[in-house]
């Protein structure tokens, strides 16, 4: 594939004419750590219960249930989620023979995170020909660089209709239950519906976006104002242009992408918007754009393949030759410092951090006019510390005389009130709430898909992994046969950072172990004990390697919000690069025998 994609290649370090000459960083490690002590708070780790009457919070606003018929069914495989994790997982099913498929969602259709996402200005942080899975097979091309919510929704429709699969798809239903019958070796799913649907294969793919999450903060029930969260978008308050919100005083509570992208057109529409930060994010170029629909014509067969391991190869440190992508993502990685004499890789890394965070702070400083504001807006850790935000309006917003960052010096806010939200003693008052505070990240697995998991002899999987977390290849785990679980990030796998490619990759893997179970004559399988052991050990090994970095950073969703202790090691991803993980799951599914599974 050639490298020429018409995009310009961005070393944002050069640009910022930045270096470390002069540079305390004795005094900036200080820094760092002292950031990261004000941000230590136990209960900063709670969440409101989003049940009774703030189930408002979760409620779906843009379809409602229709009624119909409880179904009893037998078919070959459920899908617990219709996000691009379930989608991928029914079409990989499908290319190995398996024909009746049920999906099932709590949403009105497929889509996943990108079903509920549909506030103003979301869009995908990765690159579009890279994110949206099998371009090449469908022939489309993306509108822009970097895909919007609609379109990208829009995509997940056109996958499912042109694979079949909403002909079976359950949707405004919701999973409250699995248990395994050993006589029939299928699975009975259970729902809120009354459907009960068998099947000997089964996968979970609820993906890692699924519950809302909102700070436990005192007085959300008592503001007056309207509210809600950003992945419940009340269009019917602000209206589909934001035309409902002149004249209104708007507050937005987080500062992370979400809080990024909603922030200018917020700005653009409210007569005033304050935004509450407790971490400032750190924020690259975005350089969007109109793809020319004629990029990828002429490309050899494969070229989407190719581009996606290229990106995922220099993501997670591999240099490359060649860039295909070229953004800000893969940028700070293949501009990463070389060793100097003497330096070893990791003091090489260490400085190339420090040098892409002080050209961030610099950008900081060359845009927002304001000093105590640029101030306020620049990050002190580590870069990754927290998922990085690329965007090129949000920080200029603060430019803006009707909008107002409420800085809270790492503390969050204090509480809300009657008529606003009160921060160090003083109220802000406002006419509407946006709650841009994400989703639940590290919960228990049962809380996390939202019903337990009976397997083999009554086995809970919420019992088996109170105990401690464990699994083959992060798919799969002893004690429920036939079962597949699309892992999230630490949960005994690998992840990219484009979500997408883990998700087909443990898709395919799904589909292989499926297929050659049915192969080989057997009903189902399930994991030895001695294989989910030495897994586990794997994993922990490299939860030791990445405790140290974890623990530096500002409290976070990654980091158990700078408490590593309520984590257990075992919930950790493999120590393997991503590729070289992926490379081990399609040669294991290739040697053809199953290893570390027992047929039955």
Known sequence: MPDDQGFEAMDFVASAGVDLDGVDLEALGRRYREERAKRVDDDRAAFVDLSGDRARYVADPFSAPEPRAAVTDTVELVVVGAGFGGLLTAIRFREVGFTRIRLIDTAGDVGGVWYWNRYPGAMCDVDSLTYLPLLEETGYVPRDRYAGSSEIRAYARRLAASHGLDELALFHTTVTGLRWDEDTAHWTTTTDRGDEIASP?????????????????????????????????????????????????????????????????????????????????????????????????????????????????????????????????????????????????????????????????????????????????????????????????????????????????????????????????????????????????????TDKIGFDVVGRDGLRISEKYATRFSTLHGLMSRGFPNLFMIPGGNMQSSVTLNVLHTLDENALHAAGVAARTRELGARCFDVEADAEEKWVAECVTHARDNAEFLESCTPNRFNAEGDLSRRSLATSNHPLPVLEFFDLLRAWRDEGSLPGLELG
Not at 252 to 279: D, K, N, S, W
Not at 309 to 326: E, K, T
Not at 404 to 413: A, H, K, N, S, Y
Not at 436 to 445: D, E
């Open 201 to 445: 294969f089964v996968m979970i793919a609820d993906g890692n976006f699924n519950r809302v999450r909102i700070p436990a903060i005192p007085g959300l029930g008592d503001f007056r104002g309207h509210s809600f969260h950003t992945s419940r978008w009340d269009f019917a308050y602000t209206g589909r242009d934001l035309g409902g919100l002149a004249g209104k005083r708007v507050g937005v509570i987080g500062t992370g992408a979400t809080a990024a992208q909603v922030v200018p057109p917020l700005a653009r529409a409210a007569e005033h918007l304050v935004v509450f930060q407790r971490t400032p994010s750190t924020v690259g170029v975005r350089a969007n754009a109109p793809l020319d629909p004629d990029v990828v014509a002429g490309l050899d067969p494969g070229w989407q393949r190719e581009r996606i391991r290229n990106f995922a190869a220099i993501v997670s440190g591999r240099r490359q030759p060649v860039d295909l992508v070229r953004d800000g993502w893969t940028d700070y990685h293949q501009a990463a410092p070389v060793p100097r004499d003497g330096e070893d890789a990791a003091a090489a890394a260490r400085r190339g951090n420090l040098l892409h965070m002080e050209a961030l702070r610099a950008r900081v400083d060359a845009t927002v006019h304001d000093p105590a504001t640029a101030e306020a807006l620049k990050p002190w850790y580590a870069y990754f510390c927290t998922r990085p935000v690329f965007h090129d309006e949000y920080l200029a917003t603060f430019n803006r005389p009707d909008t107002t960052l409420v800085d809270t010096g790492g503390r969050g806010i204090e509480r809300f009130s009657e008529d606003g939200v009160v921060v160090d003693g003083v109220e802000h008052p406002l006419d509407c709430l946006v709650l841009a505070t994400g989703f639940a990240y590290g919960t228990p697995y």
